[in-house]
């Protein structure tokens, strides 16, 4: 018996291990992640953030234009809409009481 370790076998141990093997089968950016200090990972993101934002800008402008077409659409839509009267609303008619016992609860005291 060992005195005072961790014993093989025991839950630490094995947390251990799913850690080193967690870390082998890391690739590419997750095992980047957890290597590189803050201020590396401060002079990498400069560059690729100018050129995203270069890309979305443009995505916004085209989506911009769209949604121009789409709201012009819809106010002509509006427009015909508010000329037609609406459907009626159809009620359920009332039927008249029941009697008897059926539908009505008589509070007990």
Known sequence: ???????????????????????RSERGAQQAARVLAAGALAVFVVAPRSAIYKRAAGALKEFTAATTVTYKSATSLRSVASTTTPPPLLRRSRSPPRSGRRGRRRSRR
Do not use: L, N
């Open 1 to 23: 018996m060992r005195g005072g370790g961790i014993q093989r076998g025991s839950r630490e141990d094995e947390a251990r291990r799913s850690k080193h093997r967690s870390e």
